[in-house]
């Protein structure tokens, strides 16, 4: 049992086993789950630790449609804040944690009463720990390699073996020239060219064995720190997430590739092979005596000269990957910002930026891609002069006397042992700054606190009414600026319809966004239910309410898929009954596959702007909420919009709606309308009909109330 269990606190048992069982049943009522020995386990093991986790969240982690297998159980206890270790039955003792025992398809949970295991394998579960609350010891990223140690030593103890067989062979060749030939033996040539042979065979199947554990363990890795890194960054504030750009947030991601490759890649297996160079070293001084200061002094050299043309490398590589960066975000802006660069004639300085910050970028390339190549040249270099040298040398000590032919033949079959690895292990050199800085911005990324809480330090969000008031709410998007919300203090009661108006930058958004959870007031509080929004957790906030984001389109994928990111349970009869209320009723027939049509074709989403709108309104509309929230909903089709009308006179007295908006006829149909203007409350009352005709004013007129 490895030592990182033993660093763990185990995990308690729960007391009403049977009813969390039965929790975990419900929601799995609905789901699209064929049954599966690894589905009754994790359901069991679940239960019998009282996770205190969400039904979406549970569902959310499940692979819908297939049957779970060894691997999936492992993520999906990952992805629900657990750690697993799979050990031998053999070395498992007294449990203090849950297992799963699991011979042939035999499927088990072990508690401490169980009778220890004779066969098979365990899988021990126990608390993940969190990096930003200082539990792991050293970096993120070891901490999660130390989870693999079982195929990781595996690698060690094969790399062990592949390079002692690789011995064989140069030994075998001193044999020949130095005994078999002289002696004309060919019977022990015989026997000897039998037993190389199978050195030679059971270092295929070592080379074999040990890229088949790295392989996995890279897979692991890049599957729990893909899971980590996303899941932290999608638990991260808005506040925090604003603050980097998309291309900061895509660089993380890129970082895992980095990780990923440091235990599944060439690097890993140099790392492996470069102790052994000392090994191959001390036969060559077996072998040639004196010979093997040739390559000694060459490793000497080698190791001084690497460090310093990695940093200049790495140095070169920073630089350029700055400029890159910088060149990608100019091309991003053109393409997004197109037409208004053609329409006010940008064209000519737009260009002439965009070639001094291309010039720039092909300068620092072509820095970074000779220094790379003058580094490769020179390990090349260093390495034929090493075997040169060690030709030259061997040569005068045959002469002399001091070694045979063949110990010469056999030390430069050793040479290239060393000089190979040595020069890999030279190159990969500079790969290890880049995995310095991605493990670096790894740790630095989850050092940073979520917003997700403890299941046990917040209360249950249910059986809640759906009113919302603010209490002299304050909130600043930056310390030095102006005040977004300046003292809000509205109420709202159950079933009503508020509309929220005012210019541009007034605070409509962010006081919606307040009421979602997914800001933090600096100042006053939001009360759902009565109850602070603090109390609960964020994301039961989120599930609870819907939310239509200003400019909301549909994800990338299918139809069924955009619609069950926000019920993963919801049954066809409700996917299609809430595109019908939000009048996208149309769409499922006109598509070629229906509910399983792709919304993006190689030219772009296939439905225009009132139909997105539409499907993110049933998006929303599919968990039906107590409260909804709809940030700037706009269509331009009379009928769409017809059919938006009738749905806030329905939601009217059943949901409480808060509606951001400039349309006089919405705001006309709320109930009170809240006018907003640099975050301050202007007024909030009944509106006032819209005159006819209809005008598209930005702002409304309400009757005086009291805040």
Known sequence: MSLRFHQMHPLEFCEDEISCQGNFFFALENANLPPSPY????????????????????????????????????????????????????????????????????????????????????????????????????????WTVSGLWSQVSGAVIASFFINVVGLALPFFTRYVYDRAIPAHSSTGLLYLGGGVSIAVIFGMVFRLVRSRLLTYAGGRLAYLSGVESFGKILSLPT?????????????????????????????????????????????????????????LTALILYCMTIPFLSMLEDRAMRKAAKLNSERSAIQQDTIDKLRGLIGVGLEE??????????????????????????????????????????????????????????????SMMFIWRITGPTQTLGTAFSRYFQLRHSARQMDRLMELQG???????????????????????????????????AGVSIQIEEGEVIGVTGPNGAGKTTLLQTVAG??????????????????????????????????????????????LIAKSDATEEELLHALEKAGAGSLVNTLPEGLDSFMYLDRGIRVGHDMQQAI????????????LLLDEPIFHNPRYQENFYKLLDEFRGEKTVLISSHDRDVLARCDKVLLLDQGMPISFGKPTPPPAPKTTSATITTSQESN
């Open 518 to 563: 997914l800001i933090q007031p600096q100042g006053g509080s939001v009360l759902i239910g009565g109850r602070d929004l603090r109390q609960f957790h964020p994301e039961d906030v989120r599930s609870w309410l819907g939310f239509l984001p200003e400019n909301d389109i549909p994800f990338r994928g299918t139809l069924r898929s955009n619609l």
């Open 616 to 627: 993110c309104i049933a998006r929303a509309l599919l968990k039906n909420p107590r409260i």
């Open 239 to 295: 506040t925090i997430l604003t603050k980097s750009s998309t291309d900061a947030h895509l660089l993380r991601l890129r970082d895992l590739e980095r990780v990923r490759e440091f235990v599944s890649g060439n690097f890993a297996t140099t790392l492996l092979d470069a102790p052994f160079i000392l090994l191959y070293l001390g036969a060559v001084g077996v072998m040639g005596g004196r010979l093997a200061l040739v390559p």
């Open 39 to 142: 589905l009754d386990a994790l359901v069991s093991v679940l239960a019998s630790i009282c996770w205190h986790g969400s039904a979406k969240e549970f569902l959310s982690a499940l692979p819908l449609g297939t049957p779970l297998g060894f691997e999936d159980l492992r993520d999906i206890l990952a992805r629900l804040g657990y750690d697993t270790e799979v050990l031998s039955a053999k070395e498992i003792g007294d449990l203090s944690t849950p297992a799963i025992h699991v011979t042939g398809e035999t499927v088990t949970v072990l508690t401490p009463e169980s009778d220890p295991p004779r066969s098979g394998v365990v899988i021990l579960v126990f608390p993940k720990v969190d990096l930003a609350s200082g539990a792991a010891q050293g970096s993120w990223l070891s």
């Open 349 to 410: 300085r737009w260009i002439d930026n965009y070639s001094r910050v291309m010039a720039r970028s092909a300068v620092a390339n072509r820095n970074y891609a000779l220094i790379s190549a003058s580094f490769r040249i020179l390990s090349r270099i260093m390495s034929s002069g090493t075997a040169l040298a060690t030709l030259a040398v061997a040569m005068w000590l045959v002469l002399e006397g001091s070694i045979t032919p063949g110990a010469m033949i056999g």
């Open 451 to 485: 917003e997700n809480l403890d299941a046990s330090l917040v209360s249950p969000l249910q059986d809640l009414p759906p009113t919302v008031a603010l209490n002299r709410v304050v909130f600043r998007h930056t310390s030095n600026g102006e005040p977004a919300l």
